[in-house]
T-cell receptor
Framework: AQKVTQAQTEISVVEKEDVTLDCVYE???????LFWYKQPPSGELVFLIR??????QNEISGRYSWNFQKSTSSFNFTITASQVVDSAVYFC?????????????FGKGTKLTVNP | DAGITQSPRYKITETGRQVTLMCHQT?????MFWYRQDLGHGLRLIYY???????DKGEVPDGYVVSRSKTENFPLTLESATRSQTSVYFC???????????FGPGTRLTVT
């Protein structure tokens, strides 16, 4: 069975600090996808990134960066120079391509609070 | 407007009543999904659909019914609402199995 673990339930930082959100996954699939979603206080779920299991290159998008390490089954998300607007719950998710595993499995989320 | 919409956004109903939550997407995505979000449980899949007239159960389907007669609509019905179904319900759509899903704004349902 596929599983996503986000061990950090809540994180609180001061603005401009860097923060890393951890995500560890379990899957038997050889091909799979990893995702991050953001849920701000307004409640909507916003897709941030999809990563293919074949591609272990790190990705950077502005202040956001993602570190995918297959060897440790981790897909961590770093926010550099955090801002108050980054305050949200962040979800990591996993899907496979085999029949039955193509649905997204979500972690329970990490609530990030960025204080001014 | 293009995108995925849900209605109503807020609903209060009584135990035992039938209630239908609507979901509409304008992207012509093949896949559509219903999730519920509860504290301590994260997002749990209720039902999903790979195409019109094709639906399948997710993790927590009991007490819910879905249909998909048109690609763009995916209503979720609680046939006899119970207090345990008080939750925030999210509809989502996606282009391919296993790919990212795009979520609607959610419906907050309270069953009294």
């Amino acid at each position: 069975a596929q599983k996503v673990t986000q061990a950090q339930t809540e994180i609180s930082v001061v603005e401009k600090e860097d923060v890393t959100l951890d995500c560890v996954y379990e899957t038997r699939d050889t091909t799979y996808y990893l995702f991050w979603y953001k849920q701000p206080p307004s409640g909507e779920l916003v897709f941030l990134i999809r990563r293919n299991s074949f591609d272990e290159q790190n990705e950077i998008s502005g202040r956001y960066s993602w570190n995918f390490q297959k060897s440790t089954s981790s897909f961590n998300f770093t926010i550099t120079a955090s801002q108050v607007v980054d305050s949200a719950v962040y979800f990591c998710a996993l899907s496979g391509l085999r029949s039955g595993s193509e649905k997204l499995v979500f972690g329970k989320g990490t609530k990030l609070t960025v204080n001014p | 407007d293009a995108g995925i919409t849900q209605s109503p956004r807020y609903k209060i109903t009584e135990t035992g009543r039938q209630v239908t939550l609507m979901c509409h997407q304008t992207w012509s995505h093949s896949y559509m999904f219903w999730y519920r979000q509860d504290l301590g449980h994260g997002l749990r899949l209720i039902y999903y659909s790979a195409a019109a007239d094709i639906t399948d159960k997710g993790e927590v389907p009991d007490g819910y019914v879905v249909s998909r007669s048109k690609t763009e609509n995916f209503p979720l019905t609680l046939e006899s609402a119970t207090r345990s179904q008080t939750s925030v319900y999210f509809c989502a759509s996606g282009t391919r199995a296993g790919y990212e899903q795009y979520f609607g704004p959610g419906t907050r349902l309270t069953v009294t």
